[in-house]
């Protein structure tokens, strides 16, 4: 098969497999050891959790490509351009490049059904593989154990949380969940938690396999100073003046903390020095995690979609002291636990505008309401889009107020794709 533009690549793979998730490695590593039966030579960071990987990717990249190291960065979902998942050297792919890449791939496979995420985790790292990188960054797109991301061994794995997202494949509480995610460490290998408390299956399977397990105020710590902070690790190095970072949030000082790890335990093939360091915190940006687009009305863009990522929300949300009014732009994947994401906003919000989800597992703005009317909120609005939903939300603010977009990450990037035309 062969297409001559990206966007005809991805509406064709779209249709090759019977589902959009089919969770297992033996198709992939399949296809990928007839793409690439050699060695993958660059250092590999695989980065799971249920929140904060994006935010822990962005600080990798950032540091890593600060200290002049040759960087592959692979993330999802992307907002509005597919070659934001596949970064090389701080660009995004080049779409002659990806196509290519593709066309490979496709001549491999043979007749092995390839899923949307797969062709895509497979593209990354075959451009990855002829770039001659140093390190390269993998995020995994669901759970750990059987994501695609998997076929490759990581040299250090780091789990950021785990929370209840995804139950229907990856079981109903924090020890199954957990398990599934902590499937990316590896024997003999560090494998960093940015939790203090993670799960105990967490902590089991890393002691059967022998992983060098190290955790969050357990054997590094974080401490905030004022305007700045610290760390600590497990040989007692310290790490002091430290700038908070970029990404908005004092969750992204206990990511940041976690990095630092992953950053010490490669420091003998990869070294950072102090100002690398400071440059690659501050320089670390993500869309859609506490975006402010400022403006008499500030809209904030949050892909918080679990009930944890809520709560950070929440916090972020408390820190910026809204004198007024707060507006809200929901919509919600079927399959999230909306109802309790709501729970944990209700009480900040003053208006909230609902919109469906143009997805296939997208929940109609109705059930949203219907959440709502159980917590006795009646003032809502059902919107057909989320442009229509920003219009009214502006016509209604007054300076002062502030208007909130979040929940499912088709959302942000509708708010997006919007506000940048």
Same mark, same amino acid.
């Given at each position: ?39 993958? %030579? ?17 600080? @990798? ?29 701080? %660009? ?110 967490? @902590? ?20 905030? !100073? ?65 975006? !402010? ?17 809520? %709560? !950070? ?41 609902? !919109? ?66």
């Amino acid at each position: 098969m062969r297409f001559d533009n990206l966007q005809a690549w991805l509406g064709w793979q779209e249709t090759l497999h019977p589902s959009d998730i089919e969770l297992g490695l033996e198709r992939i590593q399949q296809v990928w050891h007839y793409l690439h039966p050699s060695e993958f %030579k660059p250092v590999v960071i695989t980065v799971s959790g249920t929140n904060g990987k994006g935010s822990s990717c962005a600080m @990798l990249e950032s540091i890593y490509l600060a200290a002049g190291y040759k960087v592959g960065c692979y993330t999802s979902p992307h907002f509005l351009r597919y070659t934001e998942r596949i970064k090389l050297l701080g %660009k995004e792919a080049n779409e002659n490049a990806l196509c290519h890449a593709f066309e490979v791939i496709d001549q491999a496979r043979g007749n092995q059904s390839l899923t949307y995420f797969e062709f895509g985790t497979l593209a990354a790292l075959f451009l990855f593989a002829q770039a001659d990188l140093d390190v390269v960054i993998l995020e995994v797109g669901l759970g750990g154990r059987l994501d695609a991301v998997n076929i490759i061994d990581a040299d250090v794995a780091l789990l950021t949380s785990v929370g209840l997202d995804h139950m229907d494949w990856l079981g109903t509480d924090r020890e199954s969940i957990g398990k599934e995610k902590a499937g990316i460490f590896r024997q003999s290998r560090p494998a960093i938690c940015a939790e203090s408390a993670p799960p105990d299956s967490v @902590l089991q399977y890393a002691s059967e396999i022998g992983a060098q397990c190290l955790v969050q105020d357990r054997d590094f710590k974080a401490t905030r !100073v004022d305007t700045s902070w610290s760390w600590c690790g497990p040989d007692k190095r310290s790490r002091y003046s430290l700038p908070v970072p970029a990404l908005r949030g004092d969750i992204q000082i206990r990511n940041a903390s976690a990095v630092l790890m992953v950053l010490q335990v490669l420091e003998d093939r990869l070294p950072v020095n102090q100002n690398h360091l400071r440059q690659g915190l501050l320089g670390a940006t993500i869309p859609g995690r506490f975006q !402010v687009v400022a403006g008499d009305v500030p809209i904030i863009l949050d892909v918080a979609h679990n009930p944890d990522a809520a %709560k !950070v929300l929440l916090a972020n949300l408390t820190e910026r002291h809204c004198q007024g009014r707060t507006y809200a732009i929901c919509g919600m994947l079927a399959d999230k636990d909306s109802q309790s994401v709501i729970n944990v906003m209700a009480d900040v919000i003053s208006r909230w505008y609902l !919109v469906p989800v143009q997805a296939s597992r997208g929940a109609p703005a109705e059930q949203l309401s219907e959440h709502l009317v159980t917590l006795g909120i009646t003032d809502s609005r059902l919107m057909a889009n989320v442009p229509q939903a920003i219009e009214q939300a502006r016509l209604q603010s007054r300076p002062g107020d502030q208007i909130i977009v979040f929940g499912s990450f088709y959302v942000v990037a509708d708010a997006l794709e919007w506000l940048q035309t």
